[in-house]
């Protein structure tokens, strides 16, 4: 029999999924099995489980034909489940290294019918806060095997599911289900730890409770927050029906159930304040209802105070209490912060005076009302017209000519606009009355952030590529690679977003847990891709014509990307010595990353420009150089994503590449699921040309791979499916 089956229910977490698989199914340990569970996910959930099921058999895929709930989807993975003990873990957290074994070892030694594990609560800043494990058992229990009766500080431990290892049999034979609805883990725990005769510690961090941003039940305004009262109520009705074993701990489970009511009660985010006074009433009830006859142990100061107003039902008594009490911190938060207004004065009058006026002209214009018919575009910090913004402004003007468009672009680059584009240049009068003015606002990275979410204004986030290095707050588990992130302000650009672009499912995941917000991903493709793939030879050769490439001579494109943690550092590439190899008929272009690589001309300050060698660093349009290129060779970029809806070779070349996924860090390896051939040297680079590799069989066979994972919504119809979601606000 397997030792253990993990139990693994899946809803709308496709952000978090494949860090929570990989934590288990990576472990040393092995002798598990994995039951998922998808409860009719909506996301790309599904998709993630039958990928990680086609490559491990351990894990089992369960796929339920409607949404039930959590705790029906944890009864129908029990169900399924062959293992000697079962584990419910919760599928946006993840395991610790080594967690598996150390619960096995444990599990053998001591064969209890539940073992108790630690957990520490991570949080999107990736801080950490330790559980109360320790503080709930004054003296360490160590291996000791116990029960509630003689060790009653077990029922201190947080009640949920995932931080307990339970022997099935001992389960099934007590016939314990999770009910539906929301705080299901308390009517789960506490019976199961009443009933349980051997209870154990392993004071070891096992779990990674990830406090999530957005999405959390515990974090959503709800009248759900009711149903706790039905779960007290199983556990009451289930200590009443097995008297001898409970007597002895009713006391106390009354005192957390009271403590939990008090909690969400006085948290700000999970009850509409209109239905407080309701809550308060329905604590009071199980108070009058559920109190022990011999009492129980209430505490002192205000805590103690606020139970004897919760018992008398005093609730106007009890809603002052809190007036004075939340009047308190504010007063203490405003001593804090008795400084800061004067050195935020300082600091603005160190400003220019223009840019204090133009900040100022830009606040009067807000309380104006927006233009309906305005939309604002802008595109890499506003370096001109390219990108998603671009594809997605020229097929607006077909399908909805009666909103006015208007670009923003640096004063420097205004010349590169096209023909016929209306245009403001950033930091001018005209610029600031836009920004202030448009109901859309689309752009390819983050407008500044002093800029505001206006009610009624629709702030579209299209991005610029699907991300091989980590992005967002993933950001802040590889800090050398973001040195100058300010990850608080990065959140309060995020929640401007309504809707996010996503190039493919992978995109949607990884945006998703990057960037945690309330936006809506549009899974359209990336409009920018729909000219390479309705593209015609015409357009092919005219590309290449443009160009002044002859028919028959091969193009290799070559697009390094940037290394923000290794300034000026670029891969061994003797541009001569390729050009050689590709011969006499062949050309190379090389283009620069646009970042930091680039003088004000476009060009790269040491880009070759000899021979069958030409620098396309300043060339406006990239899909004109993809059209005429042959063959693409990247490391990192998000070019290879676009490039491969052309279905033409494309060969990594990544001589950094284990450098690169410490310091940087990467969501997947590049090198082993690459989209062709693989050089990590240039010597090999070059072999891979002169073997004909970069177009074999196996090439092949990878590049059809990546695209059906990839491109597969690049249908040319991105930018359409676009304009109708968010500008025209269809919602098909």
């Known amino acids: 029999m397997t030792l253990i089956s993990i139990v693994v229910p899946v809803y709308k977490v496709q952000g978090y999924l494949r860090e929570c698989l990989d934590s288990i199914l ?42 039930v709930g959590l705790g029906a989807a944890r009864n129908a993975g029990l169900d399924a489940a062959t293992g000697e003990y079962v584990w419910f873990l919760d599928s946006d957290d993840w395991l610790t ?72 049999q001992f389960l099934v034979d007590l016939g314990l289900r999770f009910a539906d609805g929301w705080y299901e883990d308390v009517s789960f725990t506490f019976p199961l730890l009443v009933a349980a005769r051997r209870v154990t510690v392993l004071d070891r961090v096992c779990v990674n409770y990830r406090q999530r941003r957005t999405g959390a039940i515990t ?10 009262f039905d779960h007290w109520g199983h556990t009451f009705d289930w200590l009443d029906a097995h008297d001898e074993q409970a007597d002895e701990v009713r006391p106390q489970l009354f005192a957390l159930m009271i403590a939990h009511y008090l909690m969400v009660l006085g948290h700000g985010s999970r009850l509409p304040r209109e239905l407080h006074r309701d809550f308060f009433t329905r604590a009071h009830a199980d108070y009058r209802r559920r109190l022990p006859a011999g009492g129980y142990a209430v505490p002192g100061g205000v805590e103690g105070l606020k139970r004897r107003l919760l018992a008398a039902g005093r609730w106007r008594t009890f809603a002052a209490l809190r007036v004075v009490q939340r009047a308190r911190k504010m007063v203490r938060a405003a001593v804090l912060a008795a400084g800061r207004p004067v050195k935020r004065g300082l600091r603005e009058l160190a400003r220019t ?30 370096r001109g017209y390219s990108c998603n913004p671009a594809a997605i402004h020229a097929k607006a003007a077909e399908m909805a000519p009666q909103i006015e468009s208007v670009w923003v672009v640096r004063r420097d680059r205004a010349a590169t606009m096209p023909p016929g584009v209306p245009y403001v240049v950033a930091g001018t009068w005209r610029y600031y009355r836009a920004l202030a003015r448009a109901t ?45 992130m300010n990850f608080p302000n990065l959140l309060r650009r995020v929640d401007r977003w309504d809707f996010s672009i996503s190039a493919n499912t992978f995109s949607t995941q990884m945006w998703e847990r990057a960037y945690p917000g309330g936006f809506v991903s549009i899974d359209s493709g990336y409009p920018r891709n729909d000219r390479l793939a309705l593209a015609t030879a015409d357009d092919v050769a005219a590309a290449r014509t443009s160009l002044g490439i002859a028919p028959g001579e091969r193009v290799v494109l070559y697009l390094p990307t940037h290394r923000e943690h290794q300034p000026g550092w670029r891969p061994e590439f003797d541009a001569d010595e390729f050009a050689e190899v590709i011969g006499p008929d062949g050309w190379l272009l090389v283009r620069s990353h646009y970042f930091h690589d680039r003088d004000r001309t476009g060009r790269a ?35 290879m994503f676009d490039y491969a809806v052309l279905d033409r070779p494309i060969v990594i070349y990544a001589p950094d590449a284990a450098a690169y996924a410490m310091a940087r860090g990467v969501y997947f390896d590049i090198t082993a699921e ?12 070059l072999d891979v040309f002169r073997t004909g590799a970069v177009d074999d069989d196996a090439a092949i066979k990878a590049r059809t791979q990546f695209r059906a994972r990839f491109c597969h919504l690049d249908d040319g119809h991105a930018a359409e499916r676009v304009v109708r979601r968010a500008l025209l606000g269809e919602r098909d």
């Open 605 to 639: 300050p040491d880009a070759p420009a000899t021979g069958r060698v030409r620098d396309m660093s300043a060339h406006p349009v990239v899909e004109d150089l993809y059209l005429a290129a042959d063959v693409l060779i990247t490391d990192y970029s998000s070019a």
């Open 26 to 67: 990576g472990q040393s340990f092995t002798d598990i099995e994995v039951v998922a569970v998808d409860d009719c996910s909506p996301d790309s959930s599904g998709q993630i489980l039958a990928e990680y099921a086609a490559r491990d058999p351990r894990l089992t895929v369960l796929s339920l034909p409607a949404n």
């Open 674 to 685: 690459a989209p062709g051939a693989v050089a990590t040297t240039f010597g090999h680079l």
């Open 219 to 228: 974090r959503t305004r709800s009248a759900r927050h009711f149903e706790m």
């Open 97 to 168: 290294d080594g967690a598996l074994r150390a619960v096995a070892n444990r599990l053998r030694a001591s064969t209890p019918d539940v073992l108790i594990v630690d957990h520490v609560r991570v949080f999107w800043d990736y801080t950490q806060a330790t559980s109360a494990l320790r503080q709930a058992f004054p003296t360490a229990p160590g291996a000791e095997v116990f029960d509630v009766r003689t060790r009653p500080e077990t029922l201190r431990v947080l009640h949920t599911a995932w931080n307990k290892v339970t022997r099935r």
């Open 353 to 382: 005076s223009r840019r204090v006026l133009l900040r100022g002209y830009y606040r009067l214009r807000l309380r104006l009302p927006m233009d309906p018919n305005l939309a604002l575009y802008a595109a890499y910090w506003y």
């Open 440 to 484: 859309w606002l689309i752009n390819n990275v983050n407008f500044p952030d002093y800029v505001r979410k206006r009610p009624g204004s629709v702030h579209v986030q299209t991005h610029h590529g699907t991300p091989v290095k980590v992005m967002g707050l993933d950001q802040q588990r590889h800090p050398i690679g973001a040195t100058s």
